[in-house]
């Protein structure tokens, strides 16, 4: 059984910063890509970073020079550092990874169960 748990959400005012933490366990072969999602209410879930298994980051452009995402394979984790936070980062984040749990297997998507991040004053 994978399980993805996240960790780092919270309550910050606008222009703080807070650091997310998604770590995959189970019996793993191989993990791909990782990311992060975000959902705010009434709006669909969208990527805000991902990076790949080399450590090659892409990032949307409305969080581009505010959010870092980076990962320790080593761990099999994922980060997110957020930066000069705005009410409209307001959402839920969902850590996202593509595990392949046998060599024999193709990677799968899996998802953390969310994590809150309020930004107001």
């Known amino acids: 059984q994978v399980q993805l748990v996240e960790s780092g959400g919270g309550l910050v005012q606008p222009g703080g910063s807070l650091r997310l933490s998604c770590a995959a366990s189970?019996?793993?072969?191989?993990?791909?890509?990782m990311g992060w999602y975000r959902q705010a209410p009434g709006k669909q879930r969208e990527l805000v970073a991902s990076i790949t298994s080399s450590g090659r980051p892409n990032t949307a452009d409305f969080v581009k020079g505010r959010f870092t995402i980076s990962r320790d394979n080593a761990k099999n984790a994922v980060y997110l550092q957020m930066n000069s936070l705005k009410p409209e980062d307001t959402a839920v984040y969902y850590c996202?990874?593509?595990?392949?749990?046998?060599?024999?297997?193709?990677?799968?998507?899996?998802w953390g169960q969310g994590t809150q991040v309020t930004v107001s004053s």
């Open positions: 996202n990874a593509l595990i392949q749990l046998r060599w024999t297997t193709q990677p799968q998507p899996y």
């Open positions: 189970g019996t793993i072969f191989n993990i791909n890509a």
